[in-house]
């Protein structure tokens, strides 16, 4: 018996609700597969989990609160009052990424791993954002919070909290001082930045051909507060801002969070 599900957009067959690829014609059907990756890479990382989070005293200018913000479409990185107080966690799903791409990640080095984020069209910050990214040394929870209602939820990560259960040991999230990448948001528009993690993500390979687990935590990225700068802050799509998962026929710009493995 046919299955009433997602009619492929392409040869029109109808395949069951939860399918990637068409079983007729092949072609990815819906996110996270299609549209397909701007870049070349061996595997793409979509997928994750994030908060933007906020310092006691940077309540962001429409929303007066420090609740994580998780369920926001689009969050802002930088500076309100304090100069590192609007800040971003994220997480992307990299085993599942490694095993939808049928790829086994314990016999993958990465050469080079890039994030790709993309700032929305909010206000101008006045000057670049100088950014800095490290690797989280604890989990979070994802953010539960909203902007734009300003509810407070509990469950998500904040400022002081990880997660429900569990505080950060420093107030606005335990990283790696060791190791960092860099990079800048421009003041003001619409654009793609891409960022080279790679260095971060070597440690976290090598530590797997050592112990056989893979352990990431995700990354956040925060003002870099040893480059001078006047700016503010500005704001990047987060997963919230993704395509659902249903099947569709042209391609769209992708706006979330990336992570490309080479
Ligand atoms: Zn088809």
Redesign the pocket.
């Known amino acids: 018996m046919e299955v009433e599900g997602s009619r ?1 957009p ?4 109808s ?1 069951s609700d939860n399918v990637k690829f ?6 990815a ?1 819906a996110w996270p597969e299609k549209p397909r990756p701007s870049r070349p890479a061996f595997v793409v990382a979509r997928t994750g989990i994030d908060a933007f989070i906020r310092g006691p005293n940077d309540g962001h200018p429409r929303n007066k609160s420090f609740d994580n913000s998780g369920d926001d479409a689009i969050g802002p990185i930088g500076t309100f009052f304090s100069p590192t107080g609007l800040r971003y966690l994220i997480r992307f799903d990299i085993e599942k990424a490694f095993s939808d791409a049928r790829l086994s990640i314990n016999d993958f080095f990465p050469e080079h791993v890039t994030l790709v984020l993309r700032t929305g069209n909010d206000e101008d910050a006045g000057e670049n954002v100088p950014i800095v990214v490290f690797s989280l040394t604890r989990p979070f929870a994802e953010g539960t919070g909203e902007w734009g209602r300003h509810w407070r939820k509990d469950g998500g990560c904040n400022w002081i909290m990880a997660s429900p259960d569990l505080s950060w040991k420093r107030p606005g999230g335990d990283f790696d001082e060791e190791n960092w990448a860099k990079s800048e948001l421009p003041r003001k528009g619409e654009h793609e930045i891409e960022i080279d993690v790679t260095e971060l993500y070597k440690q976290k390979f090598e530590s797997l051909k050592q112990t056989n687990r893979w352990e990431d935590f995700g990354m956040i990225i925060l003002r870099n507060p040893k480059i001078y700068s006047k700016c503010r802050f500005r704001s990047i799509y987060g997963f919230q801002s993704s395509f659902d998962e249903k099947p569709f026929s042209y391609e769209r710009a992708v706006k979330t969070p990336e992570l490309y493995f080479e």
Do not use: G, I, Q, S
């Not at 392409?10 to 067959?13: G, K, P, T």
């Not at 068409?22 to 072609?27: A, E, G, Q, S, V």
């Open positions: 492929c392409f040869c029109a067959v395949n068409c079983r007729r014609c092949l072609k059907m």
